[in-house]
């Protein structure tokens, strides 16, 4: 199937994302379970086969995903009574533009009614928009476009870009963004801000607009860097830390001449990394039975830690190898999470079962992170 030096990894992996086709309604008779984040990781993971083997059908599955995720998350759930495109397109218009308003998460209740007071517990469980979900399926659909050559994909990024910043910007002054809003953008679900949304946001429209003559997103970046100014991106998540790591690979990737910020330079986002790694091992959050863990946060940060291999190719300077080096010490972790998550008896208890699909997908990006890393 896989003929490459990691073929055990690919093939693992490979296995692992047949499971999940199987099981959400991808391929096989079950009822489709679309949900953002899990699908955006899993287009690259197909990708990532596609480029190891040469299977045609891993391409086939990320195109099949694709059209999936955009016909039954850019409608209006099948329990609302609103129907058709979230973005109030007819029918054809909206299958040439399925992203332009926005994309529903996938939770398996509706969102919460306009007016009725907010549940925190019960919010996790209800549907709506998250802006940093948005921005991975930009990801995934720029992988896409960069795998296949077709446009198309890019412009669906593009539009994507711009009903998220529209949808999830405040009129504040300083602006800011929305944690999350309704299905329709509407009006925000939860007002608060994600720690990190304004800067996935400005390093996927600076990765999305590479290379296009699209100069679109312009006002969008300028104002996303604004909000990036003066901010401290640290934290002890160990999902948070795989994501500011996935930020820097992406950071360093991206040519020079197109990163018209100054607000995030790589080096002080690595450094911010650097210290978020130290704090999150001081939690001994890896140390815990697996009841007590949640794969698909562990396993952000064992993706994350593979953007080393990337920025060490890029970037021989004095000061980032500095870094490296102490960046390299922490890279034993990356192995620790996908062999404790890789034993069958840690994923028999709830914490693995309740989030099957988006563990069973993130432990395949890992074994496969390079083609959801590069880009």
């Not at 690259?44 to 086939?60: E, G, K, Q």
């Not at 926005?102 to 007071?117: F, M, N």
């Not at 809003?181 to 939860?190: F, K, T």
Request: a negative charge; charged letters at 20%.
């Amino acid at each position: 199937m896989i003929s490459t030096m990691n073929d055990s990894r690919a093939n693992r992996a490979s296995r692992l994302m047949d499971e999940f086709a199987e099981e959400s309604g991808l391929t096989g008779t079950q009822p489709q379970r679309r949900y953002l984040w899990t699908d955006a990781h899993a287009v690259c993971n197909w990708l990532s086969l596609a480029h190891l083997s040469d299977d045609t059908r891993y391409l086939d599955l990320a195109r099949k995903l694709v059209t999936q995720v955009h016909e039954v998350l850019g409608r209006h759930r099948q329990d609302d009574p609103r129907t058709g495109w979230i973005s109030g397109l007819s029918d054809i218009e909206g299958s040439h533009h399925p992203t332009m308003g926005g994309l529903r998460i996938g939770k398996p209740q509706s969102e919460r009614p306009d007016g009725s007071p907010e549940d925190e517990r019960a919010e996790w469980q209800q549907d709506g928009q998250y802006y940093h979900y948005l921005t991975k399926w930009m990801h995934a659909l720029h992988q896409m476009a960069r795998h296949t050559g077709e446009a198309e994909f890019s412009r669906w990024a593009i539009e994507l870009a711009h009903a998220a910043h529209h949808g999830f910007r405040t009129r504040s002054d300083p602006p800011r963004l929305y944690w999350k809003m309704s299905i329709d953008l509407s009006r925000p679900l939860v007002a608060s801000t994600g720690y990190h949304d304004p800067l996935d946001g400005l390093i996927t429209c600076l990765e999305i607009s590479s290379g296009q003559s699209d100069q679109s997103l312009a006002d969008v970046i300028a104002d996303l860097n604004g909000m990036c100014r003066g901010r401290s991106w640290v934290t002890e998540d160990s999902l948070g830390v795989g994501g500011l790591l996935f930020d820097c690979g992406r950071l360093f990737q991206l040519p020079s001449q197109l990163i018209s910020i100054d607000t995030v330079a790589p080096e002080n986002l690595l450094q911010d990394a650097l210290q978020s790694l130290f704090l999150f091992t001081r939690t001994g959050a890896l140390h815990q039975p697996a009841d007590y863990r949640l794969a698909f946060r562990e396993l952000g940060l064992a993706i994350g830690l593979q953007a080393c291999a990337i920025i060490s190719g890029i970037d021989p300077s004095p000061s980032i190898n500095r870094n490296l080096s102490v960046l390299k010490t922490y890279l034993p972790l990356q192995r620790q999470i996908e062999d404790f998550w890789l034993t069958p008896a840690n994923r028999r208890g709830p914490t693995w079962t309740e989030h099957k699909d988006i563990n069973t997908v993130m432990l395949a990006t890992s074994l496969t992170a390079s083609g959801f890393l590069s880009v």
